[in-house]
């Protein structure tokens, strides 16, 4: 019984360091193994995802030496096996990302069919299809990806749907093929660019990133590499938006706000005010929101990852606000749990039609997903009185220290594993 107790009523107020992007991080280690020197790795973030994937890297004979919380050393030169569980799969879907450099750097993967976040149907046949173009043949056995080339050709690759992680795939499998390879409608995501500059800084000849048409040239080899990870735009999101849901006043720090546009357009509508500088960004929210209209699209659109975040504050907002979530087919789950609260939304196929109530109650909440549960912790901030939220296991995948960075900014909340727990943190609390 690990949850987060939590005594709601504060104004969020202070300052808060945004770690290393999770996503960013998942595909630069993955990538990491495609070189058979040393490579150093920094700005990690220290989350349940990174250490399940750094696992995985161990269980195929890498040789990953945690030299901080942020920053490991890896040596992928004594791969001895091609076979990633699902052990490691089941826990977190990007450890598909060795299939990709796997193959590229050794022609062969198994890789167990990925699970992830229960927000819908996590297909992976945009992955498979560039993976064929290359060369690869493919197939799906005994609930194992199997994927095999004699070698790689370059190709030119068009993705039916903007997919992130097919994008990242098929650059980690195409950097050492032979000739060039073009994606086509490719995801533009921060954590995309922060992968083709860690391989660029290997040696690989990737250009385009950050647009819908990445150029890869295979070139022989790959090398050592010292790479520090961007930030993380939806931990960074989600801190600005509990500002907003708690009425307070918070500075994320070390932050790339060009990351931050889409939200921090969002909630300037929403009446927040917003001040950007170099490397941070302060959102201060001094009255009661006004409702607006969001529509989840790939970067640089609204992130679907902040839409549980944005979806909590709108209830609270003065009128009626919709939210279309066009990226996954179910991730509006979190809507049953708000409405304990007393919140009223209501969820028709992608869309959430949102009546902005005054304030919520407390309540005992459940997180369905990572975001979610992220996004509920903030309701129950704002919510007077006494509220848990049960399976954070979910939470920290994604966010390092969650509890103990809203603490710093005067939150009333602690993780507890016990009834007795509870009882005390109430007691402490008052
Ligand atoms: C990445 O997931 C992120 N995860 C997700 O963040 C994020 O929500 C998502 O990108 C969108 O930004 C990681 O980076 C580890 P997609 P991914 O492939 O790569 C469809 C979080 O909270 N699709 O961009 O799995 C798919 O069904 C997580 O940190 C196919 O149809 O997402 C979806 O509708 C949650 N075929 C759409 O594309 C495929 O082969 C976008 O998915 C692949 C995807």
Redesign the pocket.
Known sequence: MEQYAIKGGNPLVGEVEIGGA??AA?GVLAAAIMTDDTVIVDNIPDVR?INVLLNAMESIGVVVNRIDRHTAKINASMISAFVIEDEFIKKI??SYYLLGALLGKYKHAEVALPG??N?????????IKGFKALGAEVKIEHGLIIADAQRLKGAHIYLD??????TINIMLAAALAEGKTVIENA?K?P?VVDVANFLNSMGANIKGAGTDVVRITGVQKLHASEYAIIPDQ?EAGTFMLAAAITKGDITVKNVIPKHLESTTAKLIEMGCQVEESDDAVRVVASRRLESTQVKTL?YPGF???MQPQISVALALANGTSIVTES???NRFKYVDELAKMGSNIKVESNTAIIEGVSHFTSADLTAPD??AGAALVLACLTADGFSTVDDIKYIER?YEDFHIKLQSLGAQIDKVMSEKDLQKFKLKVG
Do not use: Q, W, Y
């Not at 927000?119 to 992955?127: A, E, F, V």
């Open positions: 999770k996503n998942l995802d879907r990007a992830g976040c927000i819908g149907s996590r297909k992976i046949d945009l992955h749907t903007v997919s992130v992680g097919a995801a995501e954590h939806i790939p992130p679907t990852d990226i996954f087919d990572l975001r994604g």
